[in-house]
């Protein structure tokens, strides 16, 4: 069960909105070119006004998002008429299709092949027709996180999204030095799914089928970026390694009774010392290592690096210094807007890659870590002009999520559950429509000054931006 509306038909009404919220004495001429960033993503959980449905797939306690975030209108001269300036607020990402099912290979194929692939080809071959003349779209999907990339590219089984390489393959010091080039594509992995029957595929080892695990779901290439939930994971690899170290043990086994000892010691001194909670229970399941977390941590804020040093052996110590250091801005660059100097940041990040497969042969790298530290250069040069990749961050979308579970608990019918999910749509809309937020009000965020951050951070982080 779910509400939707046809991909060219909300693109369009969209493109129209924005030309309407223009000033009245602006120039342009057509065709114009509308480009865009789409994506989805899972919310579960949802505790209230619940309803069993026919289907355990099918339920009101779990919702999918498909929506889409406006990035810039181009005029035939290819002058900027419309950018968005503000690409990751609640209020810019526009729904296409709210599904009440699990977040599923099953519930995302329906859900791509009822609302979006039908209309995505013909889109970007032909654009759409307004009554003023042609408007050329040019989308890019890159809002999810790295569970719906495997299910939309059908690389489940992969180690990266973005690579053949295997998980052997990632810790080869001469490759890391070569380099991984982005060799995955939509297409390659149809074709190859499509040489053998489907059978026959999957009793291929995972290897010798790239990875792959179904066929792909999305019909044009993905960008699996995910500049906001690389600061999340790799801050998680990071802390598994000074659990490792604190604890002794030089073999990567995080589920382990040593290590989960180790967290536990951790991360009871660190909020003692420093007054932030890592690695503990939340009250909604989870843990208290979010995001917000994660960013004050690689920026040292309440001294983290000297509280984590003074729990490991010291020599260790220089070892952790240059990899946080290094970790945190590689970081901030890959989620900044900056313009970025790539070669600088490739060497950078091959260094930090060797540095850490050298000094630490028994620590695994996480398929988050190998993304940001083999290909965010890559990424920054090809995919977004040689700057950083944040108006392609998945946040907006993870932070309709919360919109969604406050309009279905407060701002929506409750005499059904179709009704219910129908208003919730019609809010995301009403959000999100270019001429309303003219009239809101946006309070402009602070400047941070140079001094919040760690001087050898700042440095290292000037060297990289133009």
Known sequence: MGVGISYISIIKQTISRLLESLPTDSEFEFPLTFSATDGLDGSGSHQVYNQ???????????????AFKPLAI?????????????????????PVTLLAAKENSENVRHLMDTYINPYVA???????????????IKLLRTMFDGKMAGI???????????????????????????????????????????SVNEVEFLSLSSNDRLGLTHQPISDIDIICSSPLHSY????????????????????????????????????????????????????????????????????????????????????????????????????RIYNSDREINTERLDNLCKDTYEYIVIRFPWANISPTLHKLLAHSSELIRTCNNSHGLKVFSEEAVEVSNKLVRRYREHLARKMSFSLNT?????????N???????????TKASKKTHSSEPPDQEILFSQLTC
């Open 52 to 66: 069993i449905q026919e289907s355990p797939d099918i339920g009101s306690k779990n919702f999918i998002l498909f």
């Open 74 to 94: 181009h005029d035939s001269a290819n002058k900027l008429i419309w950018e968005n300036e503000r690409p990751n607020p609640q209020f810019q990402i526009r």
């Open 122 to 136: 013909d889109m970007e071959e032909n654009g759409i027709l307004l009554s003023q003349g042609l408007v050329r």
């Open 152 to 194: 939309l590219s059908g690389a489940g089984g992969a180690h990266c999204q973005l690579c053949t390489a295997t998980f052997k393959q990632l810790h080869d010091v001469e490759l890391i030095r070569d380099g991984f080039p982005i060799n995955r594509s939509i297409t390659s992995a149809k074709e190859l799914f499509q």
């Open 232 to 331: 999340l994971c790799i801050f998680r690899w990071f802390m598994t390694l000074v659990y490792h170290l604190q604890s002794g043990a030089r073999k990567w086994s995080p589920s382990s009774l040593g290590i989960k000892n180790s967290m536990k010691f951790v991360s009871g001194l660190l909020m003692e010392k420093t007054g932030m909670k890592i690695d503990q229970p939340s009250s909604d399941g989870g843990t208290t290592s979010t995001g917000n977390v994660a960013r004050n941590c690689f920026l040292d804020k309440n001294q983290f690096l000297y509280w984590v040093c003074s729990l490991i052996p010291t020599e260790y110590h220089e070892n952790i210094k240059v990899i946080h250091t290094n970790l945190s801005v590689c970081l």
């Open 422 to 430: 129908r208003d919730i749509f019609i809010r995301l809309m009403c």
């Open 432 to 442: 999100s429509d270019p001429v309303l937020n003219m009239y809101r009000k946006f």
